[in-house]
């Protein structure tokens, strides 16, 4: 007899690796746009950003100062909506649909003219993100959403202008993920469960920087990554690129 543990483990995974080869296929086009913004901004000097809320933040934070990644990613973080970061953790939903924190986030952070910024939001629907995208584009910053296209078609928009993120991005990387978020259900468990947003949407956006590299490097460019702190020489070896980078660097300040 099976064990019914590992067969809902393994309909996870499962579900996850087809999202994977669902998102790698049909978004290769995008992906390879996204690398090369980011290659140009890196080349350009100019700065990379990248900005969440709440379980949206995740991957946006999984660029950041990250073993390697790109050096020149940083986190436009938002008090109160940056993760789960607040008690109790409904606020940061509520903070979520607040007119003008987008805007207010922008003005006191050092995105500029001519950078890039990931605004990753599952639904795209709430105020926030589709207020930090508008925001970011008409102060001429090239935006990437990151986002599941298909909520547009089954859910109604949570903000004023009644648009979704999709709406207002140079780029969109679309996750694939269905409404509500969850891979699985089972007869005795009365929810659905089991969600794959941030598998999908970290391997999206570790995807684009991957593409980047690999841009910068065919232009006879050396990537700044981050080695890890870990293996001999990391730290010797992150201290000259952000010894090189530090200007277009915020998380070290």
Same mark, same amino acid.
């Given at each position: 007899?099976?064990?019914?543990?590992?067969?809902?483990?393994?309909?996870?995974?499962?579900?996850?690796?087809?999202?994977?080869?669902?998102?790698?296929?049909?978004? !290769?086009?995008?992906? !390879?746009?996204?690398? !090369?913004?980011?290659?140009?901004a890196v080349s350009g000097g100019r700065r990379v950003f990248a900005f969440g809320a709440g379980h949206s933040s995740l991957?946006?934070?999984? #660029?950041?100062?990250?073993?390697?990644?790109?050096?020149?990613?940083?986190? &436009?973080?938002?008090?109160?909506?940056?993760?789960?970061?607040?008690?109790?953790?409904?606020?940061?939903?509520?903070l979520e649909r607040v007119e003008g924190l987008a805007a207010a986030?922008?003005?006191?952070?050092?995105?500029?003219?001519?950078?890039?910024?990931?605004?990753?939001?599952?639904?795209?629907?709430?105020? &926030?993100?589709?207020?930090?995208?508008?925001?970011?584009?008409?102060?001429?910053?090239?935006? %990437?959403?990151?986002?599941?296209? #298909?909520?547009?078609? +089954?859910?109604?928009?949570?903000?004023?202008?009644?648009?979704?993120?999709?709406? +207002?991005?140079? %780029?969109?990387?679309?996750?694939?993920?269905?409404?509500?978020?969850?891979?699985?259900?089972? *007869?005795?468990?009365?929810?659905?469960?089991?969600?794959?947003?941030?598998?999908?949407?970290?391997?999206?956006?570790?995807?684009?920087?991957?593409?980047?590299?690999?841009? &910068?490097?065919?232009?006879?460019?050396?990537?700044?990554?981050?080695?890890?702190?870990?293996? *001999?020489?990391? +730290?010797?070896?992150?201290? !000259?690129?952000?010894?090189?980078?530090?200007?277009?660097?915020?998380?070290?300040?």
């Amino acid at each position: 007899m099976s064990d019914p543990l590992d067969d809902l483990s393994d309909r996870y995974f499962d579900a996850a690796v087809r999202l994977l080869e669902r998102v790698r296929n049909e978004e !290769r086009d995008a992906l !390879r746009r996204a690398g !090369r913004a980011v290659a140009d901004a890196v080349s350009g000097g100019r700065r990379v950003f990248a900005f969440g809320a709440g379980h949206s933040s995740l991957p946006a934070q999984d #660029v950041v100062y990250r073993a390697g990644g790109l050096a020149l990613v940083n986190l &436009l973080a938002v008090p109160g909506v940056t993760g789960v970061d607040v008690v109790p953790a409904t606020l940061g939903s509520a903070l979520e649909r607040v007119e003008g924190l987008a805007a207010a986030a922008l003005d006191t952070s050092p995105a500029q003219a001519g950078d890039v910024l990931f605004v990753i939001s599952l639904s795209g629907r709430n105020t &926030l993100p589709v207020e930090m995208a508008q925001g970011a584009r008409e102060r001429g910053l090239t935006v %990437i959403g990151v986002t599941s296209v #298909v909520y547009a078609d +089954h859910t109604s928009a949570r903000n004023a202008s009644g648009t979704f993120l999709k709406d +207002h991005c140079d %780029i969109v990387l679309d996750s694939k993920i269905a409404p509500g978020d969850a891979e699985l259900s089972d *007869d005795r468990i009365p929810a659905p469960f089991a969600p794959a947003s941030t598998v999908v949407t970290s391997a999206l956006m570790q995807a684009v920087m991957a593409n980047a590299a690999a841009e &910068l490097a065919a232009e006879g460019r050396t990537p700044p990554m981050i080695r890890s702190g870990n293996v *001999d020489g990391g +730290h010797e070896w992150n201290r !000259r690129v952000f010894d090189e980078y530090r200007d277009r660097i915020f998380f070290r300040r």
